[in-house]
T-cell receptor, first 113, second 115 residues
Framework: GEDVEQSLFLSVREGDSSVINCTYTDSSSTYLYWYKQEPGAGLQLLTYIFSNMDMKQDQRLTVLLNKKDKHLSLRIADTQTGDSAIYFCAESIGSTNAGKSTFGDGTTLTVKP | GEEVAQTPKHLVRGEGQKAKLYCAPIKGHSYVFWYQQVLKNEFKFLISFQNENVFDETGMPKERFSAKCLPNSPCSLEIQATKLEDSAVYFC?????????????FGNGTRLTVT
């Protein structure tokens, strides 16, 4: 079956790097996603990585994928107070199932000034 | 529009009453998805549409839940005879295609409280 797990909380100081980790169990995952949810809002797609890649960088965001260990991480460089939110990891299988991803329970990131 | 619009923002229903939630996808997006977010942030996929046709309904509870996307109307999610455990935030998302690299655009959700 599919299962995506994340640690529930992370607290960092402004300016530090944040690393949010995620593990998944389905080895046939094709895409892995990171979403951000701010209070009272829906999910915002931050980035995604195809399973044949091991790294993707997009400005302050770096995604690392270890397919052997089924481990995904999101690093946010120079974390700002505006980065405080819940971050969800998600996986999907197959090429046409973007909407039917399996989500983790989210990591609440708190950035202290 | 350029945003997924969900109405109402909040909905309170007594147990046994009907609840109806609406979603206007982004213009030009042919896929619509409904998700249920319950306590502990768990996101549960409910149903997806390709235009007005059901694409995947494997997450929909067999009873009491129904959904439609009709031409020239907002999509809707209806819950008959609500139960306490239906209390959740219901999110709608739309996408230009059903491909995995086509981003989902989420609305801000409807918070349903069943008392």
């Amino acid at each position: 079956g599919e299962d995506v797990e994340q640690s529930l909380f992370l607290s960092v100081r402004e300016g530090d790097s944040s690393v949010i980790n995620c593990t998944y169990t389905d080895s046939s995952s094709t895409y892995l996603y990171w979403y951000k949810q701010e209070p009272g809002a829906g999910l915002q797609l931050l980035t995604y990585i195809f399973s044949n890649m091991d790294m993707k960088q997009d400005q302050r965001l770096t995604v690392l994928l270890n397919k052997k260990d089924k481990h995904l991480s999101l690093r946010i460089a120079d974390t700002q107070t505006g980065d405080s939110a819940i971050y969800f990891c998600a996986e999907s299988i197959g090429s046409t199932n973007a909407g039917k991803s399996t989500f983790g329970d989210g990591t609440t990131l708190t950035v202290k000034p | 529009g350029e945003e997924v619009a969900q109405t109402p923002k909040h909905l309170v229903r007594g147990e046994g009453q009907k609840a109806k939630l609406y979603c206007a996808p982004i213009k030009g997006h042919s896929y619509v998805f409904w998700y249920q977010q319950v306590l502990k942030n768990e996101f549960k996929f409910l149903i997806s549409f390709q235009n007005e046709n059901v694409f995947d309904e494997t997450g929909m509870p067999k009873e009491r839940f129904s959904a439609k996307c009709l031409p020239n109307s907002p999509c809707s999610l209806e819950i008959q005879a609500t139960k306490l455990e239906d209390s959740a935030v219901y999110f709608c998302a739309s996408s230009p295609s059903g491909m995995n690299n086509s981003p989902l655009h989420f609305g801000n959700g409807t918070r349903l409280t069943v008392t």
